[in-house]
């Protein structure tokens, strides 16, 4: 069976949630989980993960790029 770009987007995305449900304080999983969003076009979803590795990681820049680079005020 073959697997397309989407569905292992939609797999790597269910896969993140569930790893940042387990563990609210894994940076990298919320990384991952906003550029999954933003390859999905889910501007809203991707600026929440994005927000929630700033709350873990506040002095990363690549994290506040994140934010400002999809337009949000907070950083």
Do not use: F, H
Not at 15 to 44: F, I, Q, T
């Amino acid at each position: 069976m073959k697997v397309s770009k989407g569905e292992g987007v939609e797999s790597a995305v269910a896969d993140l949630v569930e790893s940042v449900r387990l563990r609210g304080d894994n940076a990298a999983a919320m990384r991952l989980l906003g550029e999954c969003y933003e390859k999905k076009e889910m501007k809203e979803e991707a600026l929440e993960a994005y927000r929630g590795w700033v709350k873990i990681e506040p002095e990363s820049a690549a994290a506040q790029a994140a934010l400002v680079r999809l337009g949000s005020t907070e950083t």
